[in-house]
Every structure is written in C-alpha cells, then in structure tokens.
C-alpha cells in the first residue's frame, strides 16, 4: 500500500481542501498521514480523522506581524522537517504533499526526496501578491523581491506542482515555473455535501414572509470580502426593492463597523446579521436565499481568487452578484453571473435591482452557471489530483524497476519491466 504525507500549517479540521485531498487517497487505497497544527477541535496531539492519521504542533496562529510570520513559519518548518525524517524511515513515504503559505516548506521534505520520495507542491497561495495586499508592500521592494526568489527556489525544488486556477498557473510560468510539470486542481467544493440539501426542501421560518427577497453572504466579515460595499449598495436601493434583505451569516473583525454602518444608512431591519453557522448547516441557509452577493474588493492578490462561496452557490442552484474579478471572468462570462466592477457600489446596486425585478433572469443565470461549473467541479478536480499522484507514483515504481530489475523479468520480459511494489 502506497503511503503519502501531506503537510500543511493550518488546522487540519477547517482545511477544506486538504481534507479533500487527504480523504480522496485514503478513499483510492492510500495511506495518508497529515503534519498539521494543534487545534482546540482536538485535545489530542496526534489522531485520526476518517482514515487519515493526524500529527500536530501546538504553535498557534497568531501572526498579524511580519515578525510573528516568520517566526510561525520557522517554528512549523523546523518540526516538519524533523517529523517528517523520522517517519520517513518508519513508513516510507511515496509522496510529500506540500502545501503553502509558507513556500519554503516545501524543502522540509529534503530527505524524504534523498531517501526516494516525490514532492508535490500544493500552491494554494501566490506568496508575494499575498504579502503586497495584507501588508501594503510595494512591488519593487526588496522583500517582494526575496519573496519572488523564494518562491522560485521553491517550484523548482519540488517534483511536481499544483496550482488552484489558470491564472496563477500562468502568472507563475511568467516567474519561470515549467508548464511540462504543473497541473491545475481548483478549489472546488465538494458537492457531495450539498446533494442532498439541494433535493430537500427549505427549513421552514414563520418569520419569513413569501414575498420576501433574500440576498445573502455567507463568510467571514473581513474588509476584503467588500460587505461595507455591499451595505452602501443596498441602501441605495433598498427603497426600490420593497421586500428585500440582506442576510450576512458569519463573524469577524469587521462585524461591529458593518453593523454601524446599516444603522447609519437605515438598513435595521433590512440588513441581519446572522451570526456563525456550522459548516453542515450552510446547504440550508443557502437554499433559503434569491441571490448571493459575492462583493470582493481588488487589488493585486485578490484578481486572482476564486472564492468556494461562488462554488456552493452554484452547486445550490442560486444566482450570483460577483465582482468583475480576474479569475472568476476567466471561468464564468456575463450569461452566468451578474457582475459588476469591484469596489463600485452604484454599479453593484444596479444589479441588485436587476436581479430583484426579473426572476427568469435569475432562473438563466443559475443555470448556464451550472453548466459552466461542471468542467471545473469537485468530481472532475478529485480525478485529477488522484490521476496526477497515481502518476507520480508510477514513474517513481517504474524508475526503480529500470535500477533494479528483477532477474526472471529481465530474462523473460526485457521489454516490459514492471514493479508490482
């Protein structure tokens, strides 16, 4: 049995993605181990969740410094790479699965790789964009240019690489990455978690009334996501939109000025802030909603995100207000979502208006959406990354079956040698 080791410095529980990753190869037959960090979700330090067994480092996630980055970076690294040496000649690992932030993880797998193991690097994040947004860096600097090299060191040193959507696969060939060793795997969400909510009816709500018009997000309230946007929008319309909320389901720093900000413009009542909800609640909220507000600010990081939330609407049969963002223009065209121009609060309030007045508008949307999701959904996007470490895999057992070759096979099959390892 073929074993794998993911590493990733976050909480393994609420990394969708890792987790989709890992329980897709213990599915297919692999052995996973995951290096990841202590969460209140566990008490204790190493467990396994669905099949995957789970190592963990109390480090925290403090951050908010570029100091405190780096010294969370430095500490993760230093106890994967220890971690992983050890465990690598207890299990033997096939693959390394690295994952980003930070690039130079990746080399915590250096003996791994000495000892015969192939490392795939998970780019979830383009690192330097990254740095400019959160921090305000500027582009030419010195430290935007270390990023760069780093990040460069980083690609070339792994086997193969994975990158989350074309854009940044291409914007990464033009910082030098070879096209011959990448692959694409997107963010999408799993629909399976949603299958059955989308058949279900809604939950029922006495205090809804049927001519009630929901806009909804669903997230967490941070300044990128754009909800202060979204607020300004509607109360320029509200009044046209007689009927209509706008629900905002989630928590985080920006809740208290957006709550402020409905009040200034009038909007109690008309803007309700739900609060968190558990992941396996989101189906049925979601399926109580018209539209989804998706009002994500730009700048040079965030033209090319590809945010899950659009994925679960569409999975969910809703129609969506999105920002006129890079990536999300590279996937959908203007028959499938409502877009409008980021950080434009009028131009997103003419699309609510719009979507408010026609419901056959919605009803189209929804469905070419749909249609061009398919191509990039959860299923597709699973077959793919287990075809990619299948492959790995599979050069790594044929290399060493061309070093070593049995002696009968040689004698009997000199043309076709194979490692049944």
């Known amino acids: 049995m073929k074993s794998v080791c993911i590493l990733v410095q976050n909480y ?3 990394d969708i993605r890792v987790r989709r990753k890992a329980e897709a190869l213990v599915a297919a037959g692999y052995t996973v181990d995951v290096l990841a960090l202590a969460s209140f979700y566990s008490k204790s330090k190493s467990y396994t969740l669905n099949g995957v067994n789970v190592y963990t480092l109390s480090l925290g996630k403090k951050r908010g410094s570029l100091g405190r980055y780096a010294f969370e970076y430095l500490a993760f690294f230093l106890w ?3 971690k992983l040496s050890v465990r690598m000649g207890e299990r033997r690992y096939s693959v390394i699965d690295v994952n980003n932030l930070p690039d130079f993880l990746v080399f915590a797998g250096a003996y791994a790789k000495l000892r015969g193991a192939k490392i795939v690097f998970d ?46 696969n291409k914007l990464l060939e033009s910082r030098g990455l070879s096209v011959s060793k990448t692959t694409v795997v997107i963010n999408a969400v799993d629909e399976s978690m949603f299958a059955s909510a989308a058949s279900a009816p809604a939950a029922s709500d006495a205090t809804i009334a049927q001519e009630k018009f929901i806009m909804m997000y669903h997230g967490t309230l941070t300044h990128m996501y754009g909800l202060d946007i979204a607020i300004e929008a509607f109360g320029k319309v509200h009044k046209e939109m007689p009927g209509a909320d706008l629900w905002i389901l989630g928590n985080g720093p920006e809740k208290a000025s957006l709550e402020c900000l409905s009040k200034k413009l009038g909007l109690d009542g008309k803007v309700k802030f739900i ?3 558990l992941p396996q609640e989101v189906p049925q909220w979601l399926k109580r909603c018209d539209v989804g507000v998706l009002a994500t600010r730009r700048d040079i990081f965030l033209e090319f995100s590809f945010s899950n939330k659009l994925s679960e609407y569409i999975i969910m049969g809703k129609p969506v207000i999105s920002s006129r963002l890079r990536t999300i223009r590279h996937y959908f065209d203007d028959e499938a979502l409502a877009f409008f121009e980021p950080d434009n609060p009028s131009d ?11 419901p056959g508008l919605r009803a189209r949307l929804a469905e070419r959406a749909k249609q061009e999701y398919s191509p990039i959904n959860w299923k597709v996007m699973k077959q793919r990354y287990l075809k990619l470490m299948a492959a790995i895999i599979g050069t790594e057992a044929r290399a060493a079956a061309r070093s070593h070759p049995p002696v009968a096979d040689v004698v009997s099959r000199p043309a076709d040698v194979v490692n049944s390892r």
């Open 12 to 14: 393994y529980e609420i």
């Open 80 to 82: 994967s790479f220890v």
């Open 123 to 168: 780019m979830h994040e383009i690192t330097p964009e990254f740095y400019i947004s959160k921090f305000g860096i500027k582009e030419n600097s010195r430290l935007v240019r270390l990023l760069k090299w780093v990040e460069k060191a980083s690609f070339n040193f792994a086997d193969h690489v994975i990158t989350i959507n074309e854009p940044i």
């Open 275 to 277: 609060g968190n909800v």
């Open 348 to 358: 997103l309030a003419k699309q609510m208006v719009r979507m408010f007045s026609n």
